[in-house]
């Protein structure tokens, strides 16, 4: 067999190529494997070929390495068993001029699924706390209600045990002079109670049942005090149990009159409802 | 941080052998340029070129037991390997149907201006602008076209013979070229 010959045919770059027949290429296998010379050519046509390919200014998206190692089946890696041997020469790997590039093994890949599992995971959980408190926080919210609710009950039945405390207080001591104020006549049946003391001065209206006034009317107590009627205050409420008034050291009787709201400097007769004198 | 490793030629087909993660992915770094280029060449298509990547490298890892490194460089065998596959997507009945790109039975090189395709890559055209208009065109039928010696010859009309002993000189001026770059 005359290399040279075979060489300078051009049968070698078609071989590279493979555009070689199919026996054709068989036959040149067999004298590749037989003469290191053609083998040596073989070898550097397709290095020339490599560098011209890798001479090219396109590049593949670094998605594909993504897409290519999490196509690949995990049965299919087998684990590393020994480190490549570092102080091997490689030469034949950097003489395209190819700079090797970091190798980013499909284990990190792996371990980036895994991360990525673990964070939808994460996520997920979030979202069942995040549900899961939000479903609390409105049990909370229902629960709050119900007890302000049953706190402004126990208020209000604190407020009303307190009158009563004070109601009782002011009826049972000795002190305090109870006086009936009675409907005048032509009026609406009605009626009220003042508790005096005029050792303190101190004066109380309670068990109050006066008809229910409009809402720019208010009713009015007033002290008659050596015939003049004296403000004794404004009346909060028309059945309130107990308001302390005005003191009063000196007062003929008690009359209570509707004024207009916010009260009037002297009392309008013709709508006093009820009136009781002190002794 | 990236650890930087490299491989021989025996050490790298050795450890894909072994069906070494590590080992593949130095290849495909190593390698993925070069095989996009020519698949691109065939199919300038980014999306398909870079799907048919995948599938060649796929291939790779699966048929790394039939390499014979007897036969020739790791290179020529995924060469050959990538140009059949791009030469069977540009052959199947889906590819004609997509339209995406011109089918090789109708390449531009059917007929007469059509003689310059233009490659769109400015690295592979810094090289391939060294040669004569016809060597180019043979060197592109030939390595990026995916065309038998018989079409080539038909198409440039050269005798068959003609056809590898040009090529042949091609080589050795790509060759000279190389090595002038690498300096």
């Known amino acids: 067999v005359d290399i040279s010959c075979i060489i300078s045919s051009g049968d070698l770059e078609l071989y590279v190529l493979g555009l070689l027949p199919s026996d054709e290429a068989y036959k040149m296998e067999q004298l590749i494997s037989l003469f290191p010379e053609l083998r040596q050519e073989v070898d550097r046509i397709s290095e020339t070929l490599e560098a011209v390919a890798a001479a090219s200014t396109l590049s593949p998206r670094p998605s594909v390495k993504e897409k290519l190692f999490a196509a690949i089946p995990e049965s299919d890696i087998m684990p590393e068993l020994s480190r490549p041997h570092q102080d091997v020469e490689r030469t034949e790997m950097t003489e395209a001029g190819v700079q090797p590039a970091p190798v980013v093994s499909i284990r990190q890949n792996r371990n980036k699924l895994m991360l990525a599992a673990s964070l939808i995971g994460l996520v997920l959980c979030i979202g069942a706390v995040i549900y899961i408190t939000q479903k ?142 002190t002794s | 941080l990236t650890q930087i490793i490299t491989y021989t030629e025996e050490e790298l087909v050795e450890k894909l052998k072994l069906k070494n993660e590590q080992a593949f992915g130095f290849l495909y770094d190593h390698y993925s340029k070069a095989l996009y280029s020519v698949i691109y060449q065939m199919i300038p298509h980014q999306e398909i070129a870079e799907d048919l990547l995948q599938q060649v490298f796929l291939k790779i890892w699966k048929n790394i037991q039939l390499y014979d490194a007897s036969k020739g460089r790791l290179f020529t065998w995924m060469l050959n390997i990538a140009r059949n596959q791009a030469i069977d997507h540009t052959r199947s009945r889906e590819f004609q149907n997509q339209g995406k790109t011109i089918p090789i039975s109708e390449s531009v090189y059917n007929n007469e201006q059509g003689s310059d395709r233009p490659i769109r890559d400015s690295g592979l055209n810094k090289i391939l602008e060294k040669l004569t208009a016809d060597n180019r065109k043979l060197l592109e039928l030939s390595y990026f076209l995916g065309y038998t010696q018989e079409e080539i010859a038909g198409l440039l009309n050269i005798p068959l013979g003609t056809v590898k002993t040009r090529l042949r000189t091609i080589i050795l001026q790509l060759r000279k070229l190389m090595e002038l770059n690498k300096k």
């Open chain 1, 136 to 277: 609390k926080n409105n049990e909370v919210v229902v629960l709050q209600n119900q007890l302000d609710i049953v706190r402004r009950d126990l208020s209000r039945q604190q407020q009303q045990n307190n009158a009563y405390n004070q109601l009782l207080n002011i009826t049972l001591n000795e002190n305090f002079k109870g006086i009936q104020l009675e409907s005048v006549p032509g009026k609406p049946a009605a009626t009220a109670q003042v508790y005096w003391n005029k050792k303190t001065t101190e004066l109380y209206i309670v068990d109050i049942s006066l008809p229910q006034v409009p809402a720019d009317k208010q009713y009015q107590l007033w002290a008659i005090v050596n015939g003049k009627p004296v403000s004794a205050g404004l009346l909060q409420d028309s059945k309130r149990q107990a308001q302390r008034m005005q003191d009063f050291k000196e007062a003929d009787a008690f009359a209570i009159t509707l004024e207009k709201r916010g009260g009037s400097a002297t009392p309008t007769l013709q709508e006093m409802y009820v009136m009781g004198k």
